[in-house]
């Protein structure tokens, strides 16, 4: 049984899900520099907006974390499973995921800010 509400678990998870996508965004990046594809600045240029939003509400999930007084530690990472620390007013959480949800959340992250206006998750 969980201490954490339903809003601080969301918040700790984007802690999670929003840096893995920028790792994504940033290879996706130089894949597609060092491509044969003609045009390339379109490509980029979006990938590097949405980096921007991305970082703007990572930035914005780290304010709050700290206001919260909330950490994310990495503590072991396997071949199917990452497990994470959830600190948080004196107490520590343990969560472990599973690499292919945390794949395809990830997935559905770039999705979600590659395909919609506002951008925010």
Known sequence: MTRLSKEQIQLFEKAIYLPLLLIVLEKDTIIIQ????KLKD?????IDEVMK????QLKQVKIEMKQQKMKLHKLKQ?????M?????NGYEEHHNYFNPRLRNKVNEL???YL??????A
């Open 34 to 37: 060092e491509s044969n594809i």
């Open 42 to 46: 379109p490509y980029v240029t979006l």
């Open 53 to 56: 939003k991305i970082q703007l």
């Open 78 to 82: 396997d071949e199917s499973f990452t």
């Open 84 to 88: 994470y620390a959830f600190l948080f």
């Open 110 to 112: 770039l999705i979600h």
């Open 115 to 120: 395909v919609n206006k506002n951008n925010t």
